[in-house]
């Protein structure tokens, strides 16, 4: 399984951003999932609508676009200056598909039972 995504990404107070995600894999995706995660105080903050923090402002690649498509897409709407916490780095974590080798990202491999591709996303209001 590789992951690919940009290293940075810039985006205005006010405006919108797409983190983008694209996963290849020498199997055919049946099933699977992905989450990002913004990484504060040690704390890890799903970024969804279900996240005070967040709420009514994101919009995920829904489940024919993850799995046909092979795209793990974020959009984070009306950005606020909490979203760019923290030295500008957003940290996020994806969980992709049910898989018991290795993990590949862009950056970083982690092997896990769940596998789990941690990145970090410079990303600048």
Known sequence: ???SQP???QGTEGGSVTLPCSYNSTREPRLGSYTWVKEVAGARLELSNGTQE???RVS???DRSFLRERRADVELRDLRPYDNHSRNLLNFVKVILPNPNPVLGAQTAFV???PIVRHAIPFQL
Request: charged fraction near 20%; proline fraction near 0%; charge should be positive.
């Open 60 to 62: 995920r690649a829904g």
């Open 112 to 114: 896990d039972s769940r």
């Open 1 to 3: 399984l590789w992951v």
């Open 54 to 56: 967040f709420g009514g």
């Open 7 to 9: 290293s940075s990404l």
